[in-house]
T-cell receptor, first 114, second 112 residues
Framework: QQQVRQSSQSLTVWEGETAILNCSYE??????FPWYQQFPGEGPALLIA?????DKKEDGRFTIFFNKREKNLSLHIKDSQPGDSATYFC????????????FGSGTKVIPCLP | DAGVTQTPRHEVAEKGQTIILKCEPV?????LFWYRQTKIQGLELLSY????????DGGAFKDRFKAEMLNSSFSTLKIQPTEPKDSAVYLC??????????FGKGTRLTVV
């Protein structure tokens, strides 16, 4: 049973538009939800994260919307750019930062010219 | 400040061989993780150490996989014997309380 689920394997988005990546989870004990960005040949790198006490976290063009009741969250990437072409992983853990992360299967974002 | 360092970056092994992958965490980090990444399964946790003590190991990986923390600044992952299905990218990551998890660039293992 997958504890963290990302609904799309890939997402094509017009440059300049907003990409929306969805994620859901099973375990009610999860309280920390980071999103990681990974480029080919590199390890994942933290993009933005949210704790379950919040329902929104914004950092520049990236925003997380979190719904604790529904056990889902989404990552919005505003004004998509060619440099956003990467795979994005939703992850979750309990007990704050220092515990093993459980990852979703990833969504590959492909910006394209309109 | 160096990030997480993994060596080698690429490894080719014959079926049945023993291979050892190495990881140096970020200096001062107490927690260290080994993950396996494949296109089909995504990122799977192999081992989790806190202050050199094994906190969690991926149940499915106990058989031929053994991770060790020889000291606070060095960890190894041994796969013995290797099988073609072990071909994957092996990622090491580290963190300390109230900081983000940092990943290395990974070791790409190919078993032929």
């Amino acid at each position: 049973q997958q504890q963290v689920r990302q609904s799309s394997q890939s997402l094509t988005v017009w440059e300049g538009e907003t990409a929306i990546l969805n994620c859901s989870y099973e375990n009610s004990a999860f309280d920390y939800f980071p999103w990681y960005q990974q480029f080919p040949g590199e390890g994942p790198a933290l993009l933005i994260a949210i704790r379950s006490v919040s329902d929104k976290k914004e950092d520049g063009r990236f925003t997380i919307f979190f719904n604790k009741r529904e056990k889902n969250l989404s990552l919005h990437i505003k004004d998509s750019q060619p440099g956003d072409s990467a795979t994005y992983f939703c992850a979750a853990s309990g007990a704050g930062f220092a515990s093993a992360l459980t990852f979703g299967s990833g969504t590959k974002v492909i910006p394209c010219l309109p | 400040d160096a990030g997480v360092t993994q060596t080698p970056r690429h490894e080719v092994a014959e079926k049945g061989q023993t291979i050892i992958l190495k990881c140096e965490p970020v200096s001062g980090h107490n927690d260290l993780f080994w993950y396996r990444q494949t296109k089909i399964q995504g990122l799977e946790l192999l081992s989790y150490f806190r202050s050199k003590s094994l906190m969690e190991d991926g149940g499915a990986f106990k058989d031929r996989f053994k991770a060790e923390m020889l000291n606070s600044s060095f960890s190894t992952l041994k796969i013995q014997p290797t099988e073609p299905k072990d071909s994957a990218v092996y990622l090491c990551a580290s963190t300390s309380l109230n900081t983000e998890v940092f990943f290395g660039k990974g070791t790409r293992l190919t078993v032929v």
